[in-house]
């Protein structure tokens, strides 16, 4: 079974920059994507960023494309989420998730198992 943890939520000012963090257990953990989802109070949840099984391509949301940068350390089963530059409409709940897949993958319903959300809230 994969658990999934997620950290690195909190309260920040626009264009501070925050560090998420996903842990994960489940020994097929390391040889699918990862992804990064958000949902803002009163919007459907939307695509972040999309990082392949080794690390060697990801792929972003218009949006956040040049500000955000995702990695992961398979050693560790821990995929990351750099966050730069925040503005209020980057508030929201992030999720991590595992695909099924090791490629990029942007949509929410190819991942088997999401984590339970941190909160990212972003103002003055």
């Known amino acids: 079974q994969v658990q999934r943890v997620e950290s690195g939520g909190e309260l920040v000012q626009p264009g501070d920059s925050l560090r998420l963090s996903c842990a994960a257990s489940?020994?097929?953990?390391?040889?699918?994507?990862r992804g990064w989802f958000r949902q803002a109070p009163g919007k459907e949840r939307e695509f972040v960023a999309t990082i392949n099984w080794n690390g060697g391509s990801t792929y972003y949301t218009n949006s956040v494309r040049g500000r955000f940068t995702i990695s992961r350390d398979n050693a560790k089963n821990t995929v990351f989420l750099q966050m730069n530059s925040l503005t209020p409409a980057d508030t929201a709940v992030y999720s991590c998730a595992a695909g099924a897949g090791g490629g990029l993958e942007t949509r929410a319903f190819a991942y088997a198992v999401w984590g339970q959300g941190t909160q990212v809230t972003v103002s003055s």
């Open positions: 489940g020994r097929t953990v390391s040889r699918s994507a």
